[in-house]
Each structure stands twice: as C-alpha cells, then as structure tokens.
T-cell receptor
C-alpha cells in the first residue's frame, strides 16, 4: 500500500506571495491532518479534515486554510506569506481521524520564504 | 491548554539503555503517543499508551502514569540507527481531539 505523499517536496517563495501544498493520504484513509514543524516550536497542529469537512483547527491565523476533496486528497493554502512561515509542513493520514487511531506522516514540504 | 515537556537533547552509547521522559499537562487527556523522527524524514509511530502501565514492543517500551502526567520511552540495546528525535504527543479529548506534540528529544548514539 502506498504511503502518504506530499507535493512539492521543496518550495521557495517570496514574502507576500501565496502557496498551495498538496497531500495524498493512504488509500482508504478519510482523515488528513496538517502540521507545521519549526526548530523552535516543534510540531504544531494546523487543522484536520475528515470526509471533506474541517473537523478541528489549531491556533494559526486565517492566512492558513485548507480543503479536502472527495477522494480524500487535501490541499493547504497559505496567503500573504511571512518570513516566519518558513517551516516543514507535514500532513498525516489516518483511517478514522486523530481521535481514533494512529496517524501516518508524509515526507513533508519544506517551505522557505525569503 | 496543553503543555508538554521533554529534554532537548540526550546522548548515549551503543548497546546501552536510555530513558526519555515526557511530562504533560492537559485539560482532557485521551492517550499519549511516541514518534521517532530521523533528520529530514517524516515522524514514524513507535507506541501508544492510554492506560497506566508499560507497553513493550521489541527494544522499545513506553510507560504512562496518568495521575502524574508522566510518560517515558525506554530504548534498550541502543544502535547507531536509533540516533533521531523522539516526539511525545498527547491526544486531547476536547472537541474532535487534537494531537499536541512536545518539541522532541534529540538522541545521539555514539560508538
């Protein structure tokens, strides 16, 4: 069974631009969660999508948004990029959601904002 | 809110045993996970505890005490490949549940 895939793996953007990251979960998994990982803050929860609905959201500004499609693939969008948005963005999929099981992480997208 | 504390860095020798501690404060505890993350790679699941006690899985064991808000990950017969970051994460029962991660413990195993 293929694992979680994320595209692109690396991205360089300029302050003020916007970016869209993509995540394809393991086949059959309906939940996709997104995390931001930085050296100082560790892994921080952004949001979780389940069956195309946002089920939970972390403490991030409205510039961070996401969506999930009917095939469970998910996208995350960050608008008006700031230098502090430079991070590794990880998505994780699970069968029934964070509350009910183990999550499987993708390799991440390394975003650099200059 | 939630607060999770782990040591930032630990060192150990190949073949030894190391214990990585994690203390947490959360309003609605519903399970604790340990993940391993090698540099530049995705976190991978190691263990899950929801009840008090020890869970053993090969060279790795994880312990939980809910009354103390405390967990540890025990790694035995250390190998060089165990050099990685170890992340403690607590599942919150509030709402549809979130996974709150500690900042991780970087373990360096030397020969």
């Amino acid at each position: 069974k293929a694992g979680v895939t994320q595209t692109p793996r690396y991205l360089i953007k300029t302050r003020g631009q916007q970016v869209t990251l993509s995540c394809s979960p393991i086949s059959g998994h309906r939940s996709v969660s997104w995390y931001q990982q930085t050296p100082g803050q560790g892994l921080q929860f952004l949001f979780e999508y389940f069956s195309e609905t946002q089920r939970n959201k972390g403490n991030f500004p409205g510039r961070f948004s996401g969506r999930q499609f009917s095939n469970s693939r998910s996208e995350m969008n960050v608008s008006t990029l700031e230098l502090g948005d430079s991070a590794l963005y990880l998505c994780a999929s699970s069968l029934e959601g964070i509350g009910r099981g183990e999550q499987y992480f993708g390799p991440g997208t390394r975003l650099t904002v200059t | 809110g939630q607060n999770i504390d782990q040591p930032t860095e630990m060192t150990a020798t190949e073949g030894a045993i190391v214990q990585i501690n994690c203390t947490y404060q959360t309003s609605g505890f519903n399970g604790l996970f340990w993940y391993q993350q090698h540099a530049g790679e995705a976190p991978t699941f190691l263990s899950y505890n929801v009840l008090d006690g020890l869970e053993e899985k090969g060279r790795f064991s994880s312990f939980l005490s809910r009354s103390k808000g405390y967990s540890y990950l025990l790694l035995k017969e250390l190998q060089m490949k165990d050099s990685a970051s170890y992340l403690c994460a607590v599942r919150d029962r509030v709402g549809f549940q979130k996974l709150v991660f500690g900042t991780g413990t970087r373990l360096l195993v030397s020969p």
